[in-house]
């Protein structure tokens, strides 16, 4: 079989991977988890670098990520800011993602913002396992010219998986799918894009409060502009580490740095990022309970 059909089966035998430890879950889904303070963690629950972790925020609790990418040898660079906010409970959550950048050329400028909506769906203590899948809409506010948006609303759907493994390790996966009816390249040419990706997260728990990550990621996106269509896609390793500072307020600040490496149709291709992350009660009921 051609290796273009069998890179697209991808993302569709990790989402079956999804709904399969959904269903393997004892039962226990769509629960109010109330997890132990962070200070009393045996691992940092937060997010991955380039994978999604399948935790809604706590109660009460909110989450500031922000994350700086620059590839080796450019002058592009991205930046992206996102706040996490339960509503009412860790059943649901919303957050926004607004991307800053600058592409090989041009100035610096705004990309398309983020708007997402996460809903528990597994949240099994016991097993350790986490299913929580997001929607999110993709509002046109970079600059297409500038290599920094798509010109148009966009829809993106994704399903993080999150399975505890031991008492050593946590592993995530993601699948996602993206879709642009009607995305404006940088010469102004518009046509559909669609975009599948598959996303899998190793974390090694080396200690409480240091954590040590391996991920790979494949994207492939396919465009539809004036009756032809053109294929591309990437893949990444990256590996790093996470570090976590925990107060008794129950702020938990935890920074990271990676080095993603392109390999495959990405080989050449070297990257680094860092990651910081603030997380802290914001309710009186919320700050009582870290105490």
Not at 3 to 26: N, S
Not at 124 to 132: K, L, P
Not at 206 to 214: C, E, S, T, Y
């Amino acid at each position: 079989m051609p290796i273009r059909p069998v890179c697209r089966l991808v993302p569709f035998a990790a989402l079956a991977l999804a709904i399969a430890l959904a269903l393997d879950t004892g039962g226990v889904r769509a629960q109010p988890v109330a997890r132990p303070n962070p200070r009393d963690l045996p691992h940092i629950e937060d997010n991955s670098f380039l994978a999604e972790e399948a935790f809604n925020q706590d109660a009460g609790v909110v989450q500031h990520i922000s994350q700086f990418t620059q590839a080796r040898g450019s002058r592009a660079w991205q930046f992206t800011f996102t706040q996490e906010w339960p509503v009412g409970g860790v059943l649901h959550q919303l957050s926004y993602t607004l991307p800053l950048g600058r592409g090989d050329t041009g100035s610096p400028g705004t990309g398309d913002l983020m708007l997402n909506y996460r809903y528990q769906l597994v949240a099994n203590e016991r097993g350790g396992s986490f299913v929580a899948p997001r929607v999110s809409v993709s509002v046109p506010t970079g600059d297409p010219k500038r290599g920094l948006g798509t010109g148009t609303t966009g829809v993106q759907v994704v399903v993080p998986v999150s399975q505890q493994l031991g008492e050593a390790f946590i592993t995530h996966v993601d699948a996602g799918y993206t879709y642009f009816g009607a995305a404006r390249d940088a010469a102004g040419v518009r046509g559909s894009l669609a975009i599948v990706n598959v996303t899998h997260s190793l974390v090694w728990l080396a200690r409480p409060r240091f954590n040590v990550l391996i991920e790979t990621v494949w994207t492939g996106a396919k465009r539809r502009s004036r009756g032809a269509s053109s294929w591309d896609a990437t893949l990444l390793l990256n590996p790093g580490v996470r570090w976590a500072y925990n107060f008794a307020s129950g702020m938990q600040i935890v920074p990271g740095i990676s080095f993603p490496v392109g390999v495959g149709p990405s080989a050449g291709e070297k990257q680094i990022l860092l990651y910081f992350s603030v997380e802290h009660p914001f309710t009186r009921a919320a700050r009582a309970a870290a105490k």
